[in-house]
């Protein structure tokens, strides 16, 4: 009897072996788990009443007063040194960095900045 059960057993790891890597091994028997275990019904899509914008400019505005626009540039991964305004470059200073050197020349120039984390997810 014990025989029999070892032998059932033996049998059943082959096609279980397959079918585990057929869906991608661990992490595919986790997205399986994720797709028919752990999956909520979550309610249909409605629509949103949005607020309206700022109101239309004033007089002063007319008058050539107007606030200044902004412009901010988050660059992923760029070091202080990649970039030949600070005496860096990419490929050792062989590539210069032109128009970012003239946005930092004719615009304002910030050069202390801090990130909250390490990662580019922020």
Same mark, same amino acid.
């Given at each position: 009897? +014990? ?24 992490? !595919? ?53 990649? +970039? ?5 470059? +990419?490929?050792? !200073? ?29």
């Amino acid at each position: 009897m +014990i025989k029999r059960i070892a032998w059932a057993l033996a049998a059943l790891r082959l096609p279980g072996a397959v079918a585990f890597y057929a869906v991608g091994g661990r992490t !595919g028997v986790m997205l399986l788990g994720v797709k028919y275990i752990m999956r909520k019904d979550y309610a249909p899509t409605h629509e949103v009443a949005w607020k309206s914008g700022p109101p239309a400019p004033g007089p002063a505005a007319a008058a050539g007063k107007r606030p200044p626009n902004v412009v901010l540039i988050v660059a992923d991964d760029l070091g202080f040194n990649d +970039i030949t305004r600070y005496g860096g470059g +990419i490929a050792g !200073g062989r590539v210069t960095t032109r128009h970012i050197d003239s946005i930092a020349s004719d615009g304002v120039d910030f050069r202390m900045g801090y990130a909250g984390n390490a990662t580019c997810a922020p």
